[in-house]
């Protein structure tokens, strides 16, 4: 199974600031994919992080507010933009590992006050 | 319709019991399954994956796919304290790798 470094594991930040979450995985993979999960709700896919190419992002959300970053197959970030209260949610990092099954970072937890 | 349907509970079952948990599925062309536990705080954790028709056994835990009926159950045996938690089933959409998650079952075992 991957090993899935993410990072801050939780923030506090006022509205209308920006939080960059990071994201490490210790072995080299094509995909990367964002979850949100907002309280007491199951994860929203946010958007699949693609090296060499730009992100490709689902229904309902968007570059301008959560642009993401994926430099190499090891490593990407997901930058929550002009937060708002509504934006407090755990944000994950995923792989799809060998047999299709997706692994999870520890997750941060974003509180927007 | 949702893609992948739950009962959001919460199940409760005594100890010792078997707990079963049910999920649906809508795209006919998934090819993976997989059942996630979630604890309060923590992000999921994999605990078992079915790609065929049939059971899948793994110590406690059970899963059963049925592709026909678009269906796919946990079933957990001798159900302990430690097993309250919320479970989540996910899905593989045929051709493109993209996980779709269920709204999750919150279990809670009694002692």
């Known amino acids: 199974s991957a090993v899935i470094s993410q990072k801050p594991s939780r923030d506090i930040c006022q509205r209308g600031t920006s939080l960059t979450i990071q994201c490490q995985v210790d072995?080299?993979?094509?995909?990367m994919f964002w979850y949100r999960q907002q309280p007491g709700q199951s994860l929203t896919l946010i958007a699949t992080?693609?090296?060499?190419?730009?992100?490709?992002?689902e229904s309902g959300f968007v570059i301008d507010k959560f642009p993401i970053s994926r430099p190499n197959l090891t490593f990407s970030t997901l930058t929550v933009s002009n937060m708002s209260p509504e934006d407090s949610s755990i944000y994950l990092c995923s792989v799809v590992g060998m047999n299709t099954e997706a692994f999870f970072g520890q997750g941060t937890r974003l509180t927007v006050v | 319709q949702k893609e992948v349907e739950q009962n959001s509970g919460p199940l409760s079952v005594p100890e010792g019991a078997i707990a079963s948990l049910n999920c649906t599925y809508s795209?006919?062309?998934?090819?993976?399954f997989f059942w996630y536990r979630q604890y309060s705080g923590k992000s999921p954790e994999l605990i078992m994956s079915?790609?065929?028709?049939g059971d899948q056994e793994d110590g406690r835990f059970t899963a059963q796919l049925n592709k026909a009926s678009q269906y796919v159950s946990l079933l957990i045996r001798d159900s302990q304290p430690s097993d309250s938690a919320t479970y989540l089933c996910?899905?593989?959409?045929?051709?493109?790798?993209?996980?779709?998650f269920g709204t999750g079952t919150k279990l809670q075992v009694i002692p």
């Open positions: 996910a899905v593989l959409s045929g051709g493109y790798q993209k996980v779709t």
């Open positions: 795209d006919r062309g998934s090819q993976s």
């Open positions: 992080a693609n090296q060499g190419s730009e992100a490709t992002y």
């Open positions: 079915i790609y065929s028709n």
């Open positions: 072995s080299q993979v094509t995909m």
